[in-house]
């Protein structure tokens, strides 16, 4: 069955009333008039006080006289129970079983007036019953006795047995053996005027109409309906009458059935409240007492709760939280990204889950795993999120220790094979992807076992300990240091540039870590290491390669006498290994005063006459040999030699040309090669000063030469170093022209006066058209710029003749001599002299 939702929707909103003192026949007039079964007796203001219903009526001692003029609020059922119009159907049915009434009065919820009235017939009419009146016959419902009276019989009596069988009407025997009723509602008709001898056949319906017993209720309910009778007779099966049956029959039947869906529904009600409410407590108690944070928001984010371990925490209570956001709890360790790809989670997946790292009100940073949920509202958004976390600060520490001492040297500290490894291995994939090299150093230390052995394990390690806070030290950023096992380290080299570099650097760290050590107990070790050198690609691709030729590269080292390094590659130990030579001898050559400087004659085209010489360096190495500056100024210029070594010659070279002119009649000037470097580093106009002074050559004869390429440098100092020199009253040359790629505008801004055409070009002018071309250019446009035009490798009178014709100025070569010790060229001067 199925029941209307509140019972406003079935009130009888028609209602009888009286007042309390109306007579009981005028009452029960009423009720017949307004064919109702029930009045309600209301106050002066309106407000019910009782209520008289046909069953009342029943009760009335009619044998007394007076009855039928008394005041209806004697007989009438007080207090009137009422309900309120939002009461559910169920609850009010359950209400009219509790009390036992058939009427309820229904108030409105909000002003109490007086809405209607609400009877069990409407409660079961308006149940959608047919399928349960299909089911049941009327025989399932004869319990009550059929009470007899006979048709001569006073109404009187008739009420009485009405009341003592509390049945609703009774049978009435007809003398010619028909049958009648008699109801209550007859009854009721009777008080409102009736004499008190009437006989019941003055009342009853007759003939009473009567179907079988094996009727549905369904049909019976029809018939009552429509026959605007409240009442059946039914037969037996033999015909005879068993029982009266009237619609309040059909109403009890189905009303059982109703209270017994109703007590079952109301019973799951009950259960499911109690269950909600101790799960309701569950909840509030784990909220309240578990470890674990949880903080409740809105839809927008605004904390509405926090439970005790949120405080205990974060350090914040709850008053502080609440109406604010969780981000006072950020610690900015999280990344933008990493909130909005939290936030599109949340939308997409209502869910969220991961470590956070959040500060606590004192600062202190504390990870969190931390758990989001979105709470719909039940139409497609979240009414509340709610984040539960718990603090696993120590627990990362502990894992983060433990992946700290799983991937490092106890010891040390440093990283331990198997982090190198992974760290060689990514190196290897980024120096492959971006195609880089990347060098890998073995080091060992030397005698470390005879240490160990001697001074014991103790010293031993704290040899350990100190070499690898050298080998940190020496190592650039970006490197990494690993100790492998007992005293072997690695030093991994990501991105390197030239093998000189690497050599360089291996050098430094043998440099680094070679020396005394004093050890705890005031012991002294003198210790060295060698090193192994394998470079990627070159040495091989992969760690494990690299690793085993850097190793044997280490033992090669050792081999050799320790305290050196060897590259795996033999090519590359020559080449490391000769440059190195050279760089250690070039810092021994200056104060072991291993340099001299040469001189070239210049001589004017037109003239033939001497007009000046190119100091030249030369190193007199004792092994070697005389060393061109072709090998050993770039080297210088690397490892920044030059700056002492330039200022060395320039010196040298206004001591000389000064001492030329005090002891012959020259007048010419000493052109002097400038390195970029000199130039931006070297402080280079207060050396030339300084050693004009010295010397006391005039400025007018000394002429400085820098390369195309340092002349075309952008870089200020550069400028400002030529803006420099030239306003001292020093003459600038541009040395090698014709091999860089000089803009005219710019040659013509900068503050030089001579052109040094590059030897390359001369060489071949002779016989190649090109090159006379390109000679008799630069020229023309030198001298159109108002430039001195020095051409250089002069050689042969060939040469002599096309750079006279072509108008160039000055000519140094081999023709006229080659670069000589300064002794030779006193000599050649004197003999230029000589000649006149
Ligand atoms: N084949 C041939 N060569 C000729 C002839 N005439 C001169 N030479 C060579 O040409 C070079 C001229 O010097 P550079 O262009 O300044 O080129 C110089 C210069 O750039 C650099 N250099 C030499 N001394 C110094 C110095 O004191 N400081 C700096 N920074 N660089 C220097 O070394 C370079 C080479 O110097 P060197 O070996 O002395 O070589 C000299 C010289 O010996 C010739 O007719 N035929």
Request: aromatic share 6%; charged share 20%; with cysteine.
């Amino acid at each position: 069955m199925t029941f209307p939702h509140v019972v406003e929707s079935i009130i009888s909103r028609n209602v009888l009333t009286c007042t309390p003192d109306t007579p009981v026949s005028e009452a029960a007039q009423a009720m017949c008039r307004a064919h109702c079964g029930s009045i309600v007796v209301v106050d002066a203001q309106g407000s019910p006080l009782g209520i008289w219903t046909e069953s009342d009526v029943v009760k009335l001692d009619l044998f007394h006289p007076d009855v039928a003029r008394c005041p209806v609020r004697q007989f009438m059922s007080s207090p009137v129970l009422s309900i309120p119009a939002d009461m559910s159907v169920q609850e009010a049915t359950a209400h009219m079983h509790d009390n036992r009434v058939r009427h309820l009065l229904v108030t409105s919820p909000v002003s109490h007036q007086l809405l209607g009235l609400v009877s069990a017939t409407d409660i079961v009419v308006n149940q959608d019953a047919e399928f349960f009146l299909r089911l049941k016959r009327l025989d399932s419902m004869l319990h009550r006795p059929l009470v007899i009276v006979n048709a001569d019989q006073p109404v009187v009596e008739a009420m009485h047995q009405m009341r003592d069988f509390t049945v609703e009407a009774l049978g009435v025997r007809y003398p010619d053996g028909s049958w009648g009723i008699l109801t209550q509602s007859d009854v009721v008709r009777f008080v409102a005027g009736g004499d008190s001898a009437l006989p019941v056949a003055a009342l009853a319906s007759h003939p009473l109409r009567t179907v079988p017993r094996q009727m549905t209720l369904l049909n019976a309910r029809r018939m009552l309906q429509e026959g605007r009778t409240r009442h059946l007779g039914v037969d037996g099966d033999d015909g005879q009458l068993v029982a009266i049956i009237g619609m309040s029959d059909i109403l009890a039947t189905m009303e059982q059935e109703f209270l017994i869906e109703l007590r079952s529904a109301l019973r799951e009600r009950d259960e499911a409240l109690l269950q909600s409410r101790q799960s309701l407590q569950l909840a509030d108690k784990v909220f309240e007492s578990t470890l674990e944070g949880i903080v409740i928001t809105d839809h927008y984010g605004v904390i509405q709760s926090v439970n005790p371990a949120f405080s205990r925490i974060t350090g914040y209570s709850r008053e502080e939280v609440l109406g604010k956001t969780p981000a006072i709890l950020k610690s900015g360790r999280q990344s933008a990204d990493f909130y909005e790809h939290m936030w599109r989670q949340l939308k997409n997946d209502g869910y969220w889950q991961g470590e956070v790292v959040n500060r606590r009100k004192s600062g202190l940073l504390y990870t969190e795993h931390l758990t989001i949920t979105g709470i719909p509202d039940g139409f497609g958004g979240i009414r509340h999120y709610v984040a539960v976390f718990s603090d696993i600060t120590q627990r990362k520490q502990a894992e983060e220790r433990l992946h700290f001492l799983a991937n490092h040297d106890a010891l040390t500290g440093l990283p331990n094979r198997t982090l190198f490894g992974e760290k060689l291995q990514s190196a290897i994939e980024q120096a492959q992807e971006h195609g880089q090299r990347l060098a890998l150093m073995f080091i060992d230390l030397d005698r470390f076992k005879l240490i160990n052995d001697t001074l014991g394990h103790q010293a031993g390690d704290e040899l350990l300990v100190k070499i690898a806070a050298r080998l940190q030290t020496e190592a650039p950023a970006g490197s990494t240091v690993a100790r492998l096992a007992g005293d072997e380290f690695t030093l991994l080299l990501p991105n390197v540039g030239s093998l000189n570099s690497v050599a360089s650097l291996a050098q430094d760290v043998l440099d680094g870590i070679a020396g005394e050590v004093v050890l705890a107990g005031s012991s002294k070790v003198f210790i060295s290491a060698s090193l192994g050198i394998a470079m990627y690609p070159e040495d091989g691709t992969t760690a494990d390669s690299l690793l085993v030729n850097a190793d044997a590269a280490m033992y090669r080292a050792k081999n050799r006498g320790k305290n050196t390094f060897q590259f795996y590659t033999a090519d590359m130990n020559a080449s490391a290994m000769a440059r190195l030579k050279l760089e250690y001898g070039l810092h021994r050559a200056l104060t072991r005063d291993e340099f001299q400087v040469w001189y070239q004659p210049k001589v004017d085209l037109a003239s033939g006459r001497l007009e000046g010489m190119e100091a030249l360096v030369r190193w007199q190495h004792p092994e070697m040999g005389l060393v061109s500056p072709v090998d050993f100024i770039p080297v210088a210029e690397e490892c920044a030699l030059i700056v002492p070594l330039g200022a060395w010659v320039l010196s040298e070279a206004c001591r000389f040309t000064r001492q030329l002119q005090a002891d012959y009649d020259f007048s010419g000037r000493v052109a002097v090669n400038l390195s970029g470097r000199q130039l931006k580093f070297g402080n280079i106009v207060d050396t030339v000063q300084q050693i004009l002074q010295d010397s006391g050559l005039p400025a007018s004869c000394l002429e400085l030469e820098i390369t195309e390429s340092t002349a075309m440098d952008s870089d200020q100092e550069v400028g400002r170093a030529l803006e420099g020199l030239r306003s001292m009253g020093v003459t600038l040359a541009i040395d090698d022209f014709g091999t860089g790629y000089s803009s005219l505008a710019y040659l013509k801004s900068l503050p030089v006066q001579v052109l040094k055409i590059d030897r390359s070009f001369i060489a071949d002018l002779h016989q190649d058209k090109d090159d006379a071309a390109i000679a008799s250019a630069v020229i023309s446009m030198g001298r159109s710029l108002g430039l001195s035009i020095v051409a250089e490798g002069v050689e042969l009178p060939a040469h002599r003749d096309f750079l006279r014709a072509q108008g160039c100025h000055m000519a140094q070569g081999y023709l006229y001599g080659k670069p000589m010790p300064a002794e030779a060229f006193r000599r050649y001067v004197q003999t230029f002299e000589a000649q006149g």
